[in-house]
C-alpha cells in the first residue's frame, strides 16, 4: 500500500501508527516533497468513487489563501486535478492507496472497515 502523509501533521502520525499497530505494510510517501502527479490523482479519484473536491486539504492555509473555496465550482475536473497536482499541501491527508481502494483523511472506523 502507499500511504500519502505530511509527516509534521499529528493526524498523519496517527495514521502512521493505526498502520504500524495493525502490522499493514506500507511504502510512505511525504506528500510536500514528493506531491502526487495529476495522472496518479486521477487514477486515485478514479478508483476512490469520492467526489473530486474530497481530495482538497480544504483546511489548509493554500486552500484558503487561494479562495478555492468559491474558486473550485467554476473550474473543470481537469483544472482541479491540475492545481491539486501543484502543491501537496493542497492535497487532503493522510491518502491511502490499496489494491481497488482510496482513502483520503483518517478515520479509524473507515480505515479498519477497509483493511480489516
Known amino acids: 500500500m502507499l500511504f ?4 509534521k501533521c499529528t493526524t498523519c502520525q496517527k495514521a502512521k ?38 481530495f482538497f486539504n480544504t483546511s489548509g492555509l493554500q486552500y484558503k489563501a487561494l479562495g478555492l473555496k468559491d474558486k473550485l465550482p467554476n473550474m473543470s475536473e481537469e483544472e482541479q486535478l ?3 497536482a501543484t502543491d501537496g499541501m493542497l492535497v487532503k491527508r493522510p491518502i491511502l492507496v490499496g489494491d481497488g481502494f ?3 483523511g483518517f478515520r ?4 479498519d472497515a477497509k483493511l480489516g
Open 17 to 54: 501508527a493505526y498502520l504500524i499497530e495493525k502490522g499493514v505494510a506500507f511504502e510512505a510517501r511525504d506528500i510536500k516533497t514528493e506531491n502526487p502527479s495529476a495522472e496518479e490523482l486521477r487514477s486515485w479519484w478514479e478508483t476512490s468513487g469520492m467526489p473530486l473536491k474530497k
Open 4 to 7: 500519502l502523509h505530511y509527516p
Open 82 to 84: 491540475q492545481l491539486l
Open 108 to 111: 479509524p472506523a473507515e480505515w
Open 102 to 104: 482510496v482513502l483520503t
